[in-house]
């Protein structure tokens, strides 16, 4: 399986390369390289001065994998100890239009995680498991420029200014990672645990609320007020806090960074893992999520306690380009330290697009995570992540290689062992941001049900394609 999986990666990456070799060559091309280029925007402007406009964009990331399941797993009913994986991560439609210097509006739109056998309906046929998924909006929030970035009438830049918006929106506090942009990423996907409510009391990462945002000189920064999505899952007698924020309470959130080289722009909540060297950058940051009575337990039957949510996360942000221009070198790191507070012991499971199921059949030892991919997410206690990307130099002007490396290390209160999980890869951009290949190979411990502590590790190797414009 493994032989037969790195062989797809030689060949696409190799098709890859061969591909933009065999493009048409353009002169213009010769003096810079195609990496650097981007294709554009597509923008309907409505006046002459392109204050009033209409902007789309469209991306989309095509998955295949390899996994080693947990043990125990069966798939469509079949036990399997390793699963060949296709499917579709992301596929994204976003619409931001500005009615005047003052206004604007963003919309995102589209699906997420379906798999050959997950995201659709139930059953077989016409409404099959992987068939079929809803379209929903992510993003759609309204903005008013109260202190605009350039002065309407003088086009100046203020070096001090406000915008306020309220809606279904992503201006997210906690981490640069929690406002990350999945179209440039520095590794084939996010760890996820970077959304500390993801898909329990928000919908893809967003809530409804009002937010302000803006600069203070070299200080970014971007504060919410928001209402979670309702929650009532009920805790088991004498088992750990879960998700029921039945109360209702206000959800409260930051994050502001200090820029000590070049600013980065905020036209939308989105931060960049990677500029390829376009940018110098080196920030600081630090944010926060807060809800009171996020969480319930029950240590008596019949008996219920409440308990508020705390994340705190602080990090930094470096891309620096290394040696002669001409070579083109660029470093990245990004590193992150998170604290959560979701109640004593509190875990959490995860398994990206999980292929598995349990095997009633299977007599041997079960993972505590479950089956498939599945992984201890997040929990109460620390986590901190690194990663680090280094952009080749020069090799041809028709594509770019930036291999990478990503470090997680969980030491979370339900567990008695530290978690250390592992990914290495390296990203082919075959035309700048909008379009690349990417591969990745990533290792997760399992833990006893009992003992809680590692008794086995598993892979997954993944191959993805994006395009986006």
């Known amino acids: 399986m493994k032989n037969i999986f790195f062989s797809l990666i030689s060949c696409c990456f190799c098709s890859g390369i061969i591909w933009s070799q065999e493009l048409p060559e353009k002169k213009e091309l010769k003096s810079e390289p195609l990496f650097k280029n981007s294709l554009g925007e597509m923008k309907i402007k409505f006046d002459e001065s392109g204050d009033k406009f209409l902007k789309f ?3 989309s990331q095509v998955w295949f994998r390899s996994i080693e399941n947990n043990p125990g797993t069966a798939v469509n009913g079949v036990p399997q100890d390793n699963t060949t994986d296709a499917g579709l991560r992301r596929v994204r439609i976003t619409m931001q239009s500005q009615l005047s210097k003052g206004y604007s509006v963003f919309f995102q739109f589209g699906i997420n995680n379906q798999s050959f056998i997950s995201g659709g309906g139930s059953g077989t046929g016409a409404n099959g498991q992987g068939k ?13 420029a109260i202190i605009p970035k350039n002065d309407f009438y003088t086009n100046k830049e203020n070096k001090y200014n406000l915008y306020l918006g309220a809606g279904l929106h992503s201006w997210n506090g906690v981490s640069r990672m929690t406002n990350a942009s999945t179209t440039k990423l520095l590794t084939a996907d996010l760890p996820v645990f970077n959304f500390p409510n993801i898909e329990v009391s928000d919908q893809f990462s967003r809530q409804f609320g009002i937010f302000v945002r803006g600069d203070l000189d070299r200080i970014n920064y971007r504060f919410s007020v928001n209402k979670p999505f309702a929650t009532d899952r ?26 000590f080289l070049e600013k980065e722009s905020m036209s939308t909540s989105f931060l960049p893992g990677t500029y390829l060297g376009t940018k110098s950058i080196l920030n600081v940051g630090a944010g926060f999520y807060s809800n009171k009575e996020a969480m319930l337990s029950q240590p008596q039957e019949g008996v219920f306690k409440k308990h508020n949510q705390l994340n705190l996360g602080i990090d930094t942000f470096m891309e620096i380009p290394i040696g002669s221009k001409e070579k083109e070198m660029t470093l990245s790191l990004y590193s992150v330290y998170y604290y959560n507070d979701l109640g004593k012991n509190n875990l959490r499971v995860n398994g990206i697009m999980n292929p598995g199921t349990a095997d009633p059949n299977f007599t041997g030892t079960v993972a505590a995570e479950g089956f498939g991919n599945a992984k201890y997410l997040v929990g109460t206690g620390s986590i901190w992540y690194t990663q680090t990307g280094f952009l080749l130099p020069n090799l041809s002007n028709k594509f770019k290689l930036q291999p990478f490396v990503a470090y997680h290390y969980k030491d979370l209160e339900g567990l008695n062992q530290v978690a250390h999980f592992y990914d290495i890869g390296a990203n082919l951009f075959v035309f700048s941001q ?17 003992t809680k502590r590692v008794f086995d590790r598993k892979g997954e190797f993944l191959l993805s394609f994006q395009v986006a414009l």
């Open 57 to 59: 964009g469209i991306s």
């Open 132 to 144: 079929k998924p809803g379209m929903f909006f992510m993003d759609a929030y309204n903005e008013l």
């Open 234 to 259: 009920k805790p088991e007698v004498g088992g750990i806090p879960i998700e029921n924020n039945g109360s209702g309470k206000l959800a409260y959130s930051g994050y502001a960074m200090y820029q």
């Open 434 to 450: 909008n379009a690349k290949i990417v591969a990745q190979y990533s290792s997760r411990p399992l833990f006893d049900q009992t």
